[in-house]
């Protein structure tokens, strides 16, 4: 069985920094795409920002400038370090993995139990 752990999140002043941070776990065999995803309160989950096995990494323009994704293969582990943190980043904040595991000869989408971010004074 694979699961994905997430850690960090909380309540922070605008300006304020938070850092996640997201282990994979179980049966794998190897781990594709890593990403980080929030949903904010009557809005669609959308994607924050993804790193690629190989550290290609993709940002949401949104968070382009603030934002850093990165990645230890060697612990399946993927980090988001959010800086300068705005009100409108609040939200709850899903970690996701593309992952084979070991009974599989396909890759599976998997998702971190979310974790709520409340940027406010």
């Known amino acids: 069985q694979v699961q994905l752990v997430e850690s960090g999140g909380g309540l922070v002043q605008p300006g304020g920094s938070l850092r996640f941070t997201c282990a994979a776990s179980?049966?794998?065999?190897?781990?594709?795409?890593m990403g980080w995803y929030r949903q904010a309160p009557g809005r669609q989950r959308e994607l924050v920002a993804s790193?690629?096995?190989?550290?290609?990494?993709n940002y949401a323009d949104f968070v382009k400038g603030r934002f850093t994704i990165s990645r230890d293969n060697a612990k399946n582990t993927v980090y988001l370090q959010m800086n300068n943190l705005k009100p409108e980043d609040t939200a709850v904040y899903y970690c996701?993995?593309?992952?084979?595991?070991?009974?599989?000869?396909?890759?599976?989408?998997?998702w971190g139990q979310g974790t709520q971010v409340t940027v406010s004074s």
């Open positions: 790193i690629t096995r190989g550290g290609y990494t």
């Open positions: 996701n993995a593309e992952i084979r595991p070991s009974s599989s000869s396909q890759y599976v989408d998997y």
């Open positions: 179980g049966d794998i065999l190897r781990v594709n795409a």
